[in-house]
């Protein structure tokens, strides 16, 4: 695996985190291919294994016992993890599209994103019905549909459609479930009834007859009404239609039957099978394209029907990880052999499970109990995770690949000792490549900018405008250059919005680590198409820049905003007013989330949570907070929430009572607290506790660490009239600054040097 500062040679691309590329992470990890960079795309943060998922419907696992945590997976792993959908394949260009955002160049690229439901050959069922599938959006219609049992009185029909292990075992997880939750509540749990329909005559038809036995006996003791032979053709509020022409009555309707390939594959232009699913040979590799491959559900082997289970899907990690590799190297791949008979434990919900395996039937509250063993072991692997890969290794050129003459070259050029000065410039194709894909704004006021580029960039102040000025720069803390790119422009453009400015024009720096020229230019197009992205939507120009090598990625902006020139609308640090309320726009946190992140120590959700917030631009909130006639304001950034507040307070001559209690914190920031994890800037803030009247009261409290937590793309801290604070914040509310919060209040100043007075 790639190691950070290792030189990346080739990509491969894994595309959904499904039960095959958790393996292939895990032992690409241990087993390292140098030059080889990995990339996992998937939709979701934290992938369920699907073994354990009727016991988490149950209640018997929590929702971290049952899913893998993705983001931490790969960062263990040394794999880049990048959290958005993928959308098609641009095969000629060998690009992964996505939703949203720049397509992923590939080399190699593997399938692995389940299977998606067909419920759109039945009517209604889209709109009406639950499905199972996708198995990561479950869980969000599952508690959903919890919260509706709960609030519905009286009696609730729940109808699951499909009599496949998946449906059988589901149904009475939920009935184990629901009825443990209306017992609770002092309710009759007689009140739930239950439906199981099914196409085929029997139930578990791909089991043997002990085993469909069991659960018949097991369906009938617990009073489920079985409908075989009966396929659901329609859906509509409250009920649904079989084969037959009855409409029977259903509260709710889950769908567990037989899913298909994902819509979008059928444009990929690749052979698929008649249900949607990537053909493959042998050895993973779609039929028609050997840069392709596929695992678990999407994939359909030639001559092989496999019934689509996680088992199989777990199993393909292994041939699946040699045949990437394989291919990379340019040696023979090796075939896939499934397991010809498979065991199931299908759990019965009440914490007893039937085994099945071939013609062989057996059931008890052991089998549950061995399915438990089982489920858990699996899950340890990819929990609790150290770091897997050295990242003490030098950049080197990758001797296992066959490169290209050109490439070696290139390698020993960019792994050689580097020039400095203007010979450590990014090449002149490489940036004029980049610069003409991207597409800056276009504005009147700038005369000379990047369409005509020259030796700087010439902008026209409007009359009765004055110039507002700012500079922002630091590396990348996150493996995602795209994504660094927005956040590194949103950051820059905080402090104009601060002033109450509007953004006019941007010049950018930016160093970028030296490798194959493909690659290089590749992260800087991901990098500025990000930032770009930012700088359009707040009405600024991107105007010029300047791109050197550097041993990190690092990007920085030169800011120019327009303010009235007579200050007008300006906001201060110093204009607090006794009496104001003060407000804060976002949660905080990121510096000591991201240094959790960096010791594997936060969970991938609380990443993708603060990576989410920091995206989030100051401009409207800005405008908002002027609106509602704001005294003072400021963004929160490397000094802490304390250290912003004190450069606000003391020119204004005032003290500041801070409600601890009122802080919006982003999600993981106390857990992180509570683990002792601290940003690297912290200490440096720390100094600033003597401007706290009461900092021994409150040393000890969770939240203390976090006011000297520094912060990136931080929020608004400002001040107004305390007549106007509610209706302020119910703007920024509908805005979508949900966590902006009042969070203290303006004082006089006292005779001691401490402004600040904690409250909580
Ligand atoms: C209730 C139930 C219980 C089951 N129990 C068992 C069992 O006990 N044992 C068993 O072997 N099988 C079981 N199965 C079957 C099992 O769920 C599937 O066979 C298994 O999940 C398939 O795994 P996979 O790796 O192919 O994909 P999945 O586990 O479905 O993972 C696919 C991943 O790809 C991501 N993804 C999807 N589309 C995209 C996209 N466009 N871009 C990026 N990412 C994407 C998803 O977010 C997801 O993380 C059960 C199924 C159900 C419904």
């Not at 496949?164 to 609770?184: F, I, K, S, T």
Request: charged residues 20%; contains cysteine.
């Amino acid at each position: 695996m790639l190691t950070s500062g290792q030189l990346v040679a080739r990509d491969i691309v894994l595309v959904g985190g499904g039960h095959s590329h958790v393996g292939v992470l895990r032992s690409f990890a241990m087993h390292p291919l140098a030059g080889v960079r990995l990339t996992l795309l998937c939709t979701d943060v934290d992938t369920p294994y699907s073994g354990m998922l009727p016991g988490y419907v149950a209640g018997h696992y929590g929702f971290d016992d049952v899913h893998i945590d993705l983001s931490r997976l790969a960062l263990a792993a040394g794999a880049r993890f990048i959290c958005a959908e993928a959308t098609g394949l641009d095969r000629g260009a060998r690009r992964v599209l996505l939703r949203d955002r720049p397509a992923l160049v590939y080399d190699r690229v593997s399938i692995n994103i389940g299977s998606t439901p067909q419920v759109s050959q039945v009517p209604g069922a889209a709109q009406h019905a639950v499905t199972v599938k996708p198995i990561v959006r479950f869980n969000h219609c599952w508690l959903a549909l919890l919260d509706r049992v709960r609030r519905q009185p009286g009696r609730t029909t729940i109808a699951v459609v499909g009599a496949g292990a998946g449906g059988v075992e589901l149904l009475l997880a939920m009935q184990y479930r629901l009825r443990n939750e209306l017992r609770a509540l002092h309710r009759d749990p007689d009140e739930l009834r239950f439906h199981l329909f099914s196409a085929e005559p029997v139930i578990l038809p791909t089991h043997n007859p002990t085993v469909r036995r069991h659960f018949d006996a097991v369906l009938r003791a617990r009073g489920v009404q079985l409908h075989l032979a009966a396929a659901v053709q329609e859906v509509e509020p409250a009920r649904l239609r079989t084969a037959q022409g009855d409409w029977f009555a259903a509260d709710e309707v889950v769908w567990v039957t037989q899913a298909g390939g994902a819509p979008w594959l059928r444009d990929t232009g690749l052979a698929l099978d008649s249900r949607g699913f990537l053909r493959v040979n042998r050895h993973l590799q779609s039929v028609s394209d050997p840069l392709v491959f596929a695992a678990g559900d999407i994939a359909s082997m030639d001559g092989l029907a496999l019934e689509k289970a996680g088992v199989f899907a777990v199993r393909m990690a292994r041939p699946l990880t040699d045949n990437l590799r394989r291919s990379l190297r340019g040696e023979e791949l090796v075939g896939y052999r499934p397991q010809r008979r498979w065991l199931a434990l299908i759990s019965t919900g009440d914490r007893f499970a039937v085994g099945s395996r071939g013609p062989i039937g057996f059931a008890g509250a052991w089998v549950w109990r061995w399915k438990d063993w089982i489920d858990r072991r699996f899950m340890r692997r990819f929990s609790g995770l150290a770091a897997m890969v050295d990242s003490s290794v030098e950049p080197a050129v990758p001797t296992g690949l066959p490169l290209g003459a050109d490439e070696v070259a290139q390698a020993q050029l960019a792994t050689a000792m580097r020039c400095g000065g203007c010979a450590a410039k990014v090449g002149e194709g490489v940036l004029a490549r980049v610069l003409a894909g991207l597409q800056p704004l276009q504005r009147d006021d700038v005369l000379i900018g990047l369409l005509r580029p020259d030796d700087a960039a010439v902008v026209r102040v409007p009359a009765g405008k004055a110039m507002v000025h700012t500079v922002d720069f630091f590396r990348t803390f996150i493996d995602d250059p795209y994504l660094f790119g927005k956040i590194a422009a949103n950051h820059a453009l905080g402090d104009i919005f601060a002033m109450g400015a509007q953004a006019q024009s941007a010049t950018a720096i930016a160093t970028v680590p030296p490798g194959l020229e493909s690659q290089v230019e590749e992260v800087l197009r991901q990098m500025m198409t990000g930032a770009v992205e930012v700088l359009n939507t707040a009405g600024c120009a991107l105007v010029g820049g300047h791109t050197g090598e550097g041993s990190e990625l690092a990007l920085g902006f030169a800011v120019n905003g327009l303010i009235d020139a007579d200050l007008a609308g300006v906001l201060r640090k110093g204009g607090m007013q006794l009496g104001d309320v003060l407000l804060l726009t976002k949660p905080i946190g990121t510096g000591i989330l991201f240094a959790a992140h960096a010791q594997l120590q936060a969970k991938g959700r609380w990443i993708q949570a603060a990576l989410r917030s920091m995206q989030l631009s100051n401009q409207q909130a800005a405008a908002i907070l002027r609106e509602c006639g704001a005294t003072a304001c400021t963004d929160v950034t490397g000094f802490g929430l304390l250290g912003h507040l004190l450069e606000m307070a003391c020119p204004s001559g005032v003290a500041v009572q801070l409600d601890l209690d009122a802080l919006p914190l982003l999600d993981g920031a106390r857990e992180c607290v509570a683990a002792g994890i601290a940003s690297s800037l912290q200490p440096a803030n720390l100094g600033l506790r003597r401007a706290l009247a009461n900092a021994e009261v409150f040393a000890a409290d969770p939240r203390y660490p976090l006011l000297f937590d520094p912060q990136t793309a931080g929020g608004l801290l400002a001040t107004l009239p305390a007549a106007r604070a509610s209706e302020c914040l119910e703007q920024l509310h509908a805005a979508g600054y949900t966590h902006a919060a009042a969070i203290g209040r303006i004082l006089p100043m006292g005779d001691a040097p401490t402004p600040v007075t904690l409250v909580g």
